[in-house]
């Protein structure tokens, strides 16, 4: 009897894999442009209350992405450090300095 048990049980998470992959396998059906406008709205709102949550309940981690968030703009234990890309150019200046143009033609 156990072993009709088994069988059953095999039975029922093979056909069970099989209809789930038939499932993810079908295509996703057609929706209007309104449609898909109302999910992404309603995706922003749930991903922004997700991290929101995460935040309070991890604490931690929240500090943490604000220190890579720091990293990435230069500052190291909030000091600005140099670095690739301090020497971007002001608007209406070439990259290049004059100083540095007549260097080169010279």
Known sequence: ??????LAVIILIILGGLCGAAYLGSP???ISQEEFDRRVEE???TKAAMF????WLNPKGAN???VQQDLRHGYY???????DGDDVAKP???????SDTEERDA
Do not use: H, T
């Open 43 to 45: 995706g922003a709102s």
């Open 77 to 83: 234990n909030k000091k600005r450090l140099p670095g």
């Open 28 to 30: 996703p059906e057609k």
């Open 64 to 66: 943490a992405i604000e």
């Open 52 to 55: 929101a949550l995460q935040q």
């Open 92 to 98: 209406g200046q070439d990259k290049l300095s004059s």
């Open 1 to 6: 009897m156990n072993d009709w048990i088994g």
